[in-house]
């Protein structure tokens, strides 16, 4: 071996580590992904770039997003230093070329990225049953991971597998039911529902008969039903969500709530955008021009609009909201060609991979939140290669 490949093989190693850790360790994650960096460049995979480029068109619209967001800090009115920070949330998107040319034609690297977070999140769910059932107090990583839908991910990753697997299909069925259980009854999030319920019906889809979704459709009705009367917590939610809802006053945006002050910011975004909606404001502004905008109203402020649509539009404007959406786009396009070359269940997956994003960053902003985009960055390296299939 030479001593380039051994670069490259450590690199691998690192990818797979920073995929371990992306779930619970800001700070392991970093380090690994530094030390991936360092083998990528020692191994000169990173020559591979042009032609990774050419096979994914995914990779040259994550570099396209991060230039635009670069440009953005020549323009914003946030200081420099915040505006670096902002711009550095998003460089997830840039690891999409790089781990593609790292791991250019090596083989088993979709499965063991998939493997290597599953592994991770196993370990968050552990730690969240035991703190759930007051075998060990709370901590930082059962406090982590609160608010986190984009987890529902997983549940459909482990159906899949259950379904397609032969040997360890019980194993695989219990690990969904132990996370369905984890969805509704303990993580608490709005947002992994509907995500979880999105992923349902898509798998629903992809895999069975109209004859056999509808009969699926029924049981899981009756299923819905079950848990809304047996989950404290989507009761709750649930009538929280509708009390919202009616008692929201769109014209006064005074809202308190978690819901009302989503769908305040949300006007206010729409009133910011009319004004810069080409180019938008510059990267990092959001907070500087919210603020300015609600001065003297009975507004809350907020340095994001909880919307990965609105902050892009607000800060690099209909440019950067169209890049965006094409983020979404063509790995969706890319899914209709894997299932011409017969290879649906990635192509499946990756369907899976866009859906539970899409969907989050309506009521969040997942690119700019280091947990979401990991794992979307990971699923599409693994899913989207066409060439890389293992």
Known sequence: MTLPEKFQRNGIYALYLTCFTCLFSSALTALFSIVMLICWLASGTFKNIPLIIKENSIAL?????????????????????????????????????????????????????????????????????????????????????????????????????????????????????IISYDIFFILNTRTGWLIFIALTILFLFQYFSIKKQLIFYVLSLFLAFGIFYTSHSVQYRVNETINDLKNYDATKKNSRTGLGLRLDWYQNSIELIKKKPVFGYGTGAFGIVHKSFVEGTSTEHATDPHNEFFLTTVQIGFVGLFVLLALFIDPVLRSFKLIRRKEDAQAFALQATVLFLFIGCFFNSWLLSSVPSHIFAFLIIAFYPIDQIS
Request: aromatic share 14%; hydrophobic share 55%.
């Open 61 to 177: 619209l994550g570099i396209v997003f991060c230039a635009l967001l670069l440009i953005g800090v020549a323009y914003s009115p946030a200081p420099l230093e915040t505006a670096l920070e902002f711009f550095k949330k998003y460089r997830v998107l840039l690891y999409i070329p790089i781990i593609l040319s790292l791991t250019k034609g090596q083989p088993k690297i979709a499965v063991n990225i998939v493997n290597a977070l599953l592994f991770g999140y196993l370990l968050v769910l552990v730690n969240a049953y035991l703190v759930d059932f007051d075998l060990i107090s709370m901590n930082k990583l059962a406090l982590k991971r609160q608010g986190g839908g984009f987890l529902a991910i997983f549940a459909y990753l482990v159906l899949q597998r259950a379904m397609l697997g032969k040997k360890r299909r019980f194993l695989w069925g219990g690990f969904f039911l």
